[in-house]
């Protein structure tokens, strides 16, 4: 796959700017753009989360192998760009900006430095002031974009779709966690709108007759 080619290319420019980052480099104040610590909070652990998941569950070589099969390719980050790509098609279901200048942005720009594994964590104060190599980290959306073009459509969850034969567990798991992610970054403007909760609904139901693929979502 080209796009997966590209991915990989903007994935290792990006490891190579965190690697050599200056103490001096160019910040920039992202709390200006109205982010409540609240909010921050929320995705801040939602994110980790998913995170944690994909480290416990996602690198065992089961669904490693899922993931070279839907992609005929074994290089050992397919497993992270295919969450990527899950993310980012989340982002599109409930049509929110990714851009790290908006609030519900912030929450990927999070996500993408935790699962990249190559910097601090992201406290809420140091909001105001993020390193242009941290900032950098937009420029791979483009490119998980096209990827997720390429494989198929784009408001459903690839990932899933991998796991769920493998073990139905892990899956409903995995969407919970996603569930919740969107659900905190739905919750920006202290509503749910008609089509943010149909997202949701898509994650928690499959839009499916099998009930056996839902999850509970009561107490999330």
């Given at each position: 796959m080209k796009s997966l080619d590209?991915?990989?290319?903007?994935?290792?420019?990006?490891?190579?700017?965190m690697d050599n980052h200056a103490e001096n480099e160019i910040k920039t104040n992202l709390l200006q753009y109205g982010i409540a610590p609240e909010y921050y909070e929320r995705v801040d652990n939602a994110a980790a989360l998913i995170v944690d998941f994909y480290t416990k569950y996602l690198t065992s070589d089961e669904f490693q192998k899922g993931v070279h099969e839907i992609l005929k390719d074994e290089r050992k980050e397919n497993v992270k760009f295919c969450l990527l790509i899950d993310i980012l098609r989340c982002y599109d279901g409930l049509d929110h900006p990714t851009s790290f200048t908006t609030p519900e942005g912030i929450a990927f720009m999070i996500l993408l430095a935790k699962l990249l594994g190559k910097s601090e964590k992201i406290s809420?104060?140091?909001?105001?002031?993020?390193?242009?190599?941290?900032?950098?980290?937009?420029?791979?959306?483009?490119?998980?974009?096209?990827?997720?073009?390429?494989?198929?459509?784009?408001?459903?969850?690839?990932?899933?779709?991998?796991?769920?034969?493998?073990?139905?567990?892990?899956?409903?798991l995995y969407r919970m966690l996603l569930y919740n992610l969107c659900k905190r970054i739905a919750e920006v403007d202290g509503e749910i709108s008609i089509s943010e909760q149909e997202w949701l609904n898509e994650i928690a139901l499959l839009n499916d007759d099998n009930p056996d693929t839902d999850i509970d979502v009561r107490d999330i």
């Open positions: 590209n991915l990989y290319n903007q994935f290792y420019l990006l490891l190579a700017k809420y104060e140091k909001l105001a002031s993020v390193p242009a190599s941290i900032l950098a980290l937009i420029d791979i959306i483009p490119s998980i974009n096209e990827c997720s073009e390429e494989l198929g459509n784009k408001y459903s969850l690839l990932l899933s779709s991998i796991i769920e034969p493998i073990d139905s567990s892990i899956d409903r």
